[in-house]
């Protein structure tokens, strides 16, 4: 279980770490490694000012953490650097896979158990509820448990990050500050067509997105306002672009364009269960807003309940009006049962043309 967002959000955590003092404890919890990377090296930074990145002192603790010697180094006052960093990422010591680690005290944190009578992690929150200002405890790890104690003190006591993910209905702003700390903005048509490449993702990769739109800024040079026309130059680049194109030539029932597309993604070599399975959740989204709109759901009723932007919603109803449900049901059927074989041996190409052929009949 993830624990909830009651922490920091990473861009607040910078602010305040610009205007403020250095914490003794940080946590960058999160799945978003976008997130996890700003944050860290914003914190590095921050400690070692113009200490380069090859040169900054950092103790890793990964796995099988030496608590003793976590000690040492918390609590050594370190004579030439004047600051110690000690970075904690080990998994089985943050977040273990069972409910508790060796015997557990209830005087934990009072400083009433010995070290002995303590788990691992009793003893690490004990360590972390006292470390010196010289010195910067990291740790970082992709999820935490909300139940344990552990967390809730982490929560409570230290400087707490949370690194989530980008839901994909906050993507649209999420677009606007980057372009805007590139100098640029993105038109409607832009954001939307970035939708739209994304639309069968929960969780936007942020790190590819902020990677594209520094190329979008460099190819649009002093034009300020970037477009549709822009994203499609860039995103062509993409290994899923090819899935997109011929998903969208699919919809849009171009019987030609997309057995060209096929052929040319069978030319690259392409994996085709994964264009499959792109073209497999686009009909599966048509087909969802379809029956619930039958059921007399409005588009934003629709958005609300399957947590999708309004406009890929409206965009799934008017594809919809394309397609029967029955029609929508095969194809589903189709490809699921292709994607199956094709892990047997079964056929590929030949296969997939005849459902594109049926799709777009």
């Given at each position: 279980?993830?624990?909830?967002?009651?922490?920091?959000?990473?861009?607040?955590?910078?602010?305040?770490?610009?205007?403020?003092?250095l914490?003794?404890?940080?946590c960058?919890?999160g799945e978003?490694?976008?997130?996890?990377d700003?944050?860290?090296?914003?914190?590095?930074?921050?400690?070692?000012?113009?200490?380069?990145?090859?040169?900054r002192?950092?103790?890793?603790?990964d796995?099988k953490?030496?608590?003793?010697?976590?000690?040492t180094?918390?609590?050594?006052?370190?004579?030439?650097?004047?600051?110690?960093?000690?970075?904690?990422?080990?998994?089985?010591?943050?977040n273990?896979k069972?409910?508790?680690?060796?015997?557990?005290s209830?005087?934990?944190?009072?400083?009433?158990?010995k070290?002995?009578?303590?788990?691992?992690?009793?003893?690490?929150?004990?360590?972390?509820?006292?470390?010196?200002?010289f010195?910067?405890?990291i740790?970082?790890?992709?999820?935490?448990d909300?139940?344990?104690?552990?967390?809730?003190?982490?929560?409570?006591?230290?400087?707490?990050?949370?690194?989530?993910?980008v839901?994909?209905?906050?993507?649209?702003?999420?677009?606007?500050?980057?372009a805007?700390?590139?100098?640029?903005?993105l038109?409607?048509g832009?954001?939307?067509?970035?939708?739209?490449?994304?639309?069968?993702?929960?969780?936007?990769?942020?790190?590819?997105?902020?990677?594209?739109m520094e190329?979008?800024?460099?190819?649009a040079?002093?034009?300020?306002?970037?477009?549709?026309?822009?994203?499609?130059m860039?995103?062509?680049?993409?290994?899923?672009?090819?899935?997109?194109?011929?998903?969208?030539?699919?919809i849009?029932?171009?019987?030609?364009l997309?057995?060209?597309?096929l052929?040319?993604?069978?030319?690259?070599n392409?994996?085709?269960?994964?264009?499959?399975?792109?073209?497999?959740?686009?009909?599966?989204?048509?087909?969802?807003?379809?029956?619930?709109?039958?059921?007399?759901?409005?588009?934003q009723?629709?958005?609300?309940k399957?947590?999708?932007?309004p406009?890929?919603?409206?965009?799934?109803?008017?594809?919809?009006?394309?397609?029967?449900?029955?029609?929508?049901?095969?194809?589903?059927?189709?490809?699921?049962?292709?994607?199956?074989?094709?892990?047997?041996?079964?056929?590929?190409?030949d296969?997939?043309?005849?459902?594109?052929?049926?799709?777009?009949a």
């Amino acid at each position: 279980m993830k624990a909830k967002s009651t922490g920091l959000a990473p861009d607040i955590f910078i602010k305040q770490l610009e205007n403020g003092n250095l914490p003794t404890v940080v946590c960058i919890i999160g799945e978003e490694p976008y997130y996890r990377d700003l944050v860290r090296h914003a914190l590095l930074d921050k400690i070692f000012a113009d200490v380069p990145a090859d040169s900054r002192d950092i103790t890793v603790f990964d796995e099988k953490s030496d608590l003793k010697k976590l000690d040492t180094l918390i609590n050594t006052y370190p004579f030439f650097s004047g600051r110690t960093v000690v970075m904690v990422t080990d998994k089985e010591l943050l977040n273990p896979k069972t409910e508790a680690e060796g015997k557990k005290s209830k005087s934990v944190g009072k400083g009433k158990a010995k070290d002995a009578d303590l788990s691992k992690q009793e003893r690490l929150q004990k360590l972390l509820g006292d470390v010196p200002d010289f010195c910067t405890v990291i740790l970082q790890t992709e999820k935490m448990d909300g139940r344990q104690k552990f967390t809730k003190f982490l929560q409570k006591e230290t400087v707490y990050v949370d690194c989530s993910p980008v839901d994909s209905r906050y993507l649209p702003a999420w677009l606007a500050r980057q372009a805007e700390q590139r100098g640029g903005k993105l038109d409607r048509g832009a954001i939307q067509r970035i939708q739209e490449y994304l639309a069968v993702v929960d969780n936007p990769p942020l790190q590819l997105l902020a990677s594209e739109m520094e190329k979008i800024s460099v190819f649009a040079g002093t034009r300020k306002e970037w477009t549709a026309g822009d994203v499609d130059m860039l995103f062509s680049a993409l290994p899923e672009a090819g899935a997109f194109a011929l998903s969208n030539a699919i919809i849009a029932k171009d019987t030609i364009l997309a057995l060209q597309l096929l052929a040319e993604e069978r030319k690259k070599n392409a994996y085709l269960p994964l264009m499959a399975a792109k073209l497999l959740a686009h009909l599966r989204n048509i087909l969802m807003v379809k029956e619930c709109g039958r059921m007399g759901e409005s588009p934003q009723q629709i958005a609300a309940k399957i947590h999708k932007a309004p406009f890929l919603v409206s965009m799934w109803q008017r594809e919809g009006t394309r397609f029967t449900e029955s029609r929508l049901r095969n194809g589903i059927q189709s490809l699921d049962q292709m994607i199956e074989e094709i892990g047997l041996g079964g056929r590929q190409f030949d296969r997939m043309e005849e459902i594109i052929a049926i799709l777009c009949a």
